[in-house]
């Protein structure tokens, strides 16, 4: 196949289909996407929900849960314990295939009946405030942890500990309001460091100790405004700067992300060990294009957020082989349209199903085979009928494209969907999706946030512990818990004034200004380079991989 320009059904933008994209599909038998690579990446990020914490009750027992699941979630929710138990059987729900009418119509009728799980993750200790949580302990309010402990307001964590509103931060302790910080410990306000410990508003820094608003270090001690200092010298300095008090911390931030748009020198791309790879925040992948957020990948062609990714397309969040449009899958195989599917292979158009294989439009099934919309069938009755249901969704325009949006879980504006790639209301139901009308209620016993005290000397815990605060922002309430009020005072930290989710949003919107492919030229060289940094951003010191390991590294 040649290359093809087409124009996205969606946007009306034009896209292009490179001759490996029709290899792809053809291999996975499915046609060629008529969406661009953007809109497609919106549809499947409509599927992941980064919504409100709230109690409900377990549809099965009543008992108390904690989901981020909306009110308006259609289907029942179960207690995740009690779903993957023996307690229900999701093959009662099964339906017959009906011929006369689309297939999509059919699962949404199926997946509104059959009970989902409050949660996902196991193997956690005191974690029902999380979501999406694996292996962690005593953390709270925070989503997609792996290993992680004593964490509170984080964000896409692995294996860290003792920290407050940290966002996409590996192995690092000790720490505040940091964002892609790995193997640090007791830093804060800073973004892309590793390596550092004690300092303050770092970016790019690597190796670094004691240092306070500085940029593209390397191995240095006591260092401020990137100048040297020595030991007593840096300490004594420090003192002028208020980091106890919320006003002063404002200003220093304004500060800081003037040195990020105007001093800092920014590597064209953030990724490290590729080979014949475009995108960017990659890292060990191979043979990967137009993808992003992916590590110890091959062959991959526009997905997003990946890891061990092998021989996919257009995937998000999953851990996949041979696959087509995979969300938030663990471990799934030689499989089409799925969501949340976990050890399987030679699935389709299927959810929340675990340790399955040639299951077609199933929901919720466990350890099962030959399935179509749950219902049990032979092998040779499985393979006659899976035929006719794709020849049906061919003649429809059914087969080939991710499930609707409609059939999403939860609002546009609940959704990674909104934090990549933010829509109105208006924007986001044309799309085909559903906006979340969540009301602020009228507190009359609330703090307003601003009411706070300045400085962290101040606050005395009969004064916001167990207070509802009102966020500024949203017009949402958030509290200040025990455990975190100790971190405040044990640091030296001021009170926060925003919505925690206002928060972890807010502190990522730069790197969803990440994937989008600029040309210009190299600030140092004047060479023309492809970097993914957004005009938006207004960074001003963009220079090719050559002389930022010459000038930097």
Same mark, same amino acid.
């Given at each position: 196949?040649?290359?093809?320009?087409?124009?996205?059904?969606?946007?009306?933008?034009?896209?292009?289909?490179?001759?490996?994209?029709?290899?792809?599909?053809?291999?996975?038998?499915?046609?060629?996407?008529?969406?661009?690579?953007?809109?497609?990446?919106?549809?499947?990020?409509?599927?992941?929900?980064?919504?409100?914490?709230?109690?409900?009750?377990?549809?099965?027992?009543?008992?108390?849960?904690?989901?981020?699941?909306?009110?308006?979630?259609?289907?029942?929710?179960?207690?995740?314990?009690?779903?993957?138990?023996?307690?229900?059987?999701?093959?009662?729900?099964?339906?017959?295939?009906?011929?006369?009418?689309?297939?999509?119509?059919?699962?949404?009728?199926?997946?509104?009946?059959?009970?989902?799980?409050?949660?996902?993750?196991?193997?956690?200790?005191?974690?029902?405030?999380?979501?999406?949580?694996?292996?962690?302990?005593?953390?709270?309010?925070?989503?997609?942890?792996?290993?992680?402990?004593?964490?509170?307001?984080?964000?896409?964590?692995?294996?860290?500990?003792?920290?407050?509103?940290?966002?996409?931060?590996?192995?690092?302790?000790?720490?505040?309001?940091?964002?892609?910080?790995?193997?640090?410990?007791?830093?804060?306000?800073?973004?892309?460091?590793?390596? !550092?410990?004690?300092? %303050? &508003?770092?970016? =790019?820094?690597? +190796?670094?100790? #004691?240092? /306070?608003?500085? $940029?593209?270090?390397?191995?240095?001690?006591?260092?401020?405004?990137?100048?040297?200092?020595?030991?007593?010298?840096?300490?004594?300095?420090?003192?002028?700067?208020?980091?106890?008090?919320?006003?002063?911390?404002?200003?220093?931030?304004?500060?800081?992300?003037?040195?990020?748009?105007?001093?800092?020198?920014?590597?064209?791309?953030?990724?490290?060990?590729?080979?014949?790879?475009?995108?960017?925040?990659?890292?060990?992948?191979?043979? !990967?294009?137009?993808? %992003? &957020?992916?590590? =110890?990948?091959? +062959?991959?062609? #526009?997905? /997003?957020?990946? $890891?061990?990714?092998?021989?996919?397309?257009?995937?998000?969040?999953?851990?996949?082989?041979?696959?087509?449009?995979?969300?938030?899958?663990?471990?799934?195989?030689?499989?089409?349209?799925?969501?949340?599917?976990?050890?399987?292979?030679?699935?389709?158009?299927?959810?929340?199903?675990?340790?399955?294989?040639?299951?077609?439009?199933?929901?919720?099934?466990?350890?099962?085979?030959?399935?179509?919309?749950?219902?049990?069938?032979?092998?040779?009755?499985?393979?006659?009928?899976?035929?006719?249901?794709?020849?049906?969704?061919?003649?429809?325009?059914? $087969?080939?494209?991710?499930?609707?949006?409609?059939?999403?879980?939860?609002?546009?504006?609940?959704?990674?969907?909104?934090?990549?790639?933010?829509?109105?209301?208006?924007?986001?139901?044309?799309?085909?999706?559903?906006?979340?009308?969540?009301?602020?209620?009228?507190?009359?016993?609330?703090?307003?946030?601003?009411?706070?005290?300045?400085?962290?000397?101040?606050?005395?815990?009969?004064?916001?512990?167990?207070?509802?605060?009102?966020?500024?922002?949203?017009?949402?309430?958030?509290?200040?818990?025990?455990?975190?009020?100790?971190?405040?005072?044990?640091?030296?930290?001021?009170?926060?004034?925003?919505?925690?989710?206002?928060?972890?949003?807010?502190?990522?919107?730069?790197?969803?200004?990440?994937?989008?492919?600029?040309?210009?030229?190299?600030?140092?060289?004047?060479?023309?380079?492809?970097?993914?940094?957004?005009?938006?951003?207004?960074?001003?010191?963009?220079?090719?991989?050559?002389?930022?390991?010459?000038?930097?590294?």
């Amino acid at each position: 196949m040649q290359q093809e320009t087409r124009t996205c059904r969606n946007c009306q933008k034009e896209f292009v289909l490179e001759p490996d994209d029709f290899s792809f599909y053809e291999r996975l038998d499915i046609p060629p996407s008529d969406m661009c690579p953007y809109c497609r990446w919106k549809n499947l990020l409509a599927f992941w929900i980064f919504g409100k914490f709230r109690i409900t009750k377990s549809a099965l027992s009543g008992k108390n849960i904690i989901t981020v699941f909306p009110e308006s979630v259609k289907f029942p929710l179960y207690d995740h314990k009690e779903w993957v138990s023996d307690s229900w059987d999701p093959l009662l729900y099964g339906q017959e295939y009906e011929s006369n009418k689309p297939f999509f119509e059919q699962f949404a009728k199926l997946q509104a009946n059959v009970p989902h799980p409050h949660s996902s993750g196991v193997n956690n200790f005191n974690c029902d405030w999380s979501d999406d949580t694996w292996n962690c302990k005593n953390c709270y309010l925070s989503r997609s942890m792996e290993g992680c402990e004593d964490l509170t307001y984080c964000y896409r964590i692995l294996e860290s500990r003792n920290s407050i509103d940290l966002t996409y931060c590996f192995n690092t302790e000790s720490s505040y309001d940091c964002m892609y910080c790995f193997k640090c410990f007791n830093i804060r306000y800073s973004f892309n460091t590793r390596d !550092c410990i004690d300092s %303050f &508003f770092l970016a =790019d820094c690597r +190796n670094c100790s #004691n240092c /306070f608003m500085c $940029w593209n270090l390397r191995g240095k001690q006591y260092h401020i405004f990137n100048k040297a200092y020595s030991k007593e010298e840096y300490f004594e300095k420090l003192k002028e700067f208020r980091t106890n008090s919320y006003g002063e911390i404002e200003k220093l931030k304004k500060e800081f992300a003037r040195i990020i748009r105007e001093e800092v020198v920014h590597r064209e791309n953030f990724n490290v060990q590729t080979v014949n790879s475009t995108g960017n925040f990659l890292d060990k992948v191979k043979n !990967c294009h137009n993808t %992003f &957020f992916t590590s =110890d990948s091959e +062959n991959v062609r #526009n997905s /997003f957020r990946g $890891w061990e990714y092998k021989d996919v397309i257009d995937c998000a969040g999953s851990i996949a082989e041979k696959a087509a449009l995979s969300v938030m899958d663990g471990y799934i195989y030689d499989s089409v349209s799925t969501l949340r599917c976990g050890n399987c292979r030679n699935m389709a158009y299927s959810e929340y199903c675990e340790d399955c294989e040639y299951c077609f439009g199933c929901v919720g099934l466990r350890k099962k085979k030959y399935c179509i919309l749950n219902k049990q069938y032979t092998e040779d009755e499985y393979k006659t009928l899976v035929g006719k249901i794709k020849k049906d969704m061919k003649e429809r325009k059914e $087969w080939g494209k991710y499930f609707p949006i409609s059939l999403a879980h939860s609002g546009y504006d609940f959704t990674l969907a909104q934090m990549f790639f933010p829509e109105t209301e208006e924007s986001a139901v044309k799309f085909g999706g559903r906006w979340e009308r969540i009301s602020s209620p009228n507190y009359t016993d609330a703090l307003p946030a601003d009411s706070l005290p300045d400085t962290i000397g101040d606050v005395e815990d009969s004064s916001v512990i167990g207070k509802r605060i009102i966020c500024p922002e949203t017009g949402l309430s958030y509290n200040i818990a025990p455990h975190e009020l100790a971190f405040y005072l044990q640091h030296g930290i001021p009170l926060p004034r925003r919505h925690f989710d206002w928060r972890t949003i807010e502190r990522f919107k730069p790197m969803t200004l990440m994937i989008y492919p600029q040309r210009d030229l190299c600030f140092i060289c004047k060479k023309e380079i492809e970097h993914y940094y957004s005009p938006e951003l207004g960074y001003k010191k963009i220079v090719c991989v050559d002389c930022y390991q010459k000038e930097i590294a």
